[in-house]
């Protein structure tokens, strides 16, 4: 069973704009993660945060933490070409060896 | 360092035969995990290590069998290929079980 929803599926902005992706999920965490994923290769860590913070940074990246709603978003300023990707969220709760992931948010950025 | 391999990049497989998914790390982390990720899909955990001579099952077993012999290496045997084993699978690695490396995957085609 999946823990975490991205939302929404698909995204497509212009570059330059902003881009925000949501995910929502079930249980209690011990941390929330997002990842990168590039057509057809494997996934890249992009930041991960604990559930006793509620944002953190990095680059262009933002992400917050809401854990009264259960939900995070991933924030990435000044969008460019190479964004363009799939992102996925991923859960880990008391063990951290197990990450539940997200059906991922497909983002594109027109040039 | 290399990181983590995977080999090999694409197999085709006939119903009812097996084969193994090779996979190492370089980055001497105890835990490993091997994910199928199917369309429109979420990672969903298969199997996963802790370390050396500790395995455990993920979320979908049926049909895998892992192994962890060694730090380095930690293989996924289909034992009888079906048309449901169809996906692409990921092998990652970690330390303490959080920030997650990710190999460039395996397509598996089963006919």
């Known amino acids: 069973s999946q823990q975490g929803e991205e939302d929404p599926q698909a995204l497509s902005i212009q570059e330059g704009e902003n881009a925000t992706m949501n995910c929502s999920y079930k249980t209690s965490i011990n941390n929330l993660q997002w990842y990168r994923q590039n057509s057809g290769r494997g996934l890249v860590h992009l930041i991960l945060i604990r559930s006793n913070e509620r944002e953190k940074h990095s680059g262009r990246l933002r992400v917050t933490l809401d854990t009264s709603k259960k939900s995070s978003s991933l924030l990435i300023t000044a969008s460019r070409a190479a964004d363009t990707a799939s992102y996925f969220c991923a859960t880990a709760r008391d063990s951290n060896y197990q990450l539940i992931w997200g059906a991922g948010t497909k983002l594109i950025i027109k040039p | 360092n290399a990181g983590v391999t995977q080999t090999p990049k694409f197999q085709v497989l006939k119903t009812g035969q097996s084969m193994t998914l090779q996979c190492a790390q370089d980055m001497n982390h105890e835990y490993m995990s091997w994910y199928r990720q199917d369309p429109g899909m979420g ?66 085609l089963v006919l």
């Open chain 2, 43 to 108: 990672l969903r955990l298969i199997h996963y290590s802790v370390g050396a001579g500790i395995t455990d099952q993920g979320e979908v077993p049926n049909g895998y069998n892992v192994s962890r012999s060694t730090t380095e290496d930690f293989p996924l045997r289909l034992l009888s290929a079906a048309p449901s084993q169809t996906s692409v699978y990921f092998c990652a690695s970690s330390f303490r079980g959080e920030t997650q490396y990710f190999g460039p995957g395996t397509r598996l």
